[in-house]
Nanobody, 121 residues
Framework: QVQLVESGGGSVQAGDSLRLACAASGFTFINYSMGWFRQAPGKEREFVAS????????YNADSVKGRFTISRDNAKNTVYLQMNSLKPEDTAVYYC??????????????WGQGTQVTVSS
């Protein structure tokens, strides 16, 4: 049974930091590119960042580059999203995603259930 379980969300002030984690199980983690997407109220889900099975990172440059860092720990089957200098516009539900050996997460094999991040000014 495939599971992607996100954690680390919460309510913070602008300028604070959060680290999201996504624990994966039920598939061979090292063969999958992992990513984070987010969806704010009334908006479409958008790509945030990804890291391939080989460690190549990609970011939504307009929104998060320079503030967010994605990483993975293959020994723990976990992907992380370190979020610094948070802004109110970062408020959204953050979703973990997995795709088999893909450099761009244009299609997703597995989704997590999401974790809420709320940033107040």
């Amino acid at each position: 049974q495939v599971q992607l379980v996100e954690s680390g969300g919460g309510s913070v002030q602008a300028g604070d930091s959060l680290r999201l984690a996504c624990a994966a199980s039920g598939f061979t983690f090292i063969n999958y590119s992992m990513g984070w997407f987010r969806q704010a109220p009334g908006k479409e889900r958008e790509f945030v960042a990804s890291i391939t099975w080989t460690g190549v990172r990609l970011y939504n440059a307009d929104s998060v580059k320079g503030r967010f860092t994605i990483s993975r720990d293959n020994a723990k089957n976990t992907v992380y999203l370190q979020m610094n200098s948070l802004k109110p516009e970062d408020t959204a539900v953050y979703y973990c995603a997995a795709r088999y050996k893909s450099y761009r997460l244009s299609e997703i094999d597995y989704w997590g259930q999401g974790t809420q991040v709320t940033v107040s000014s």
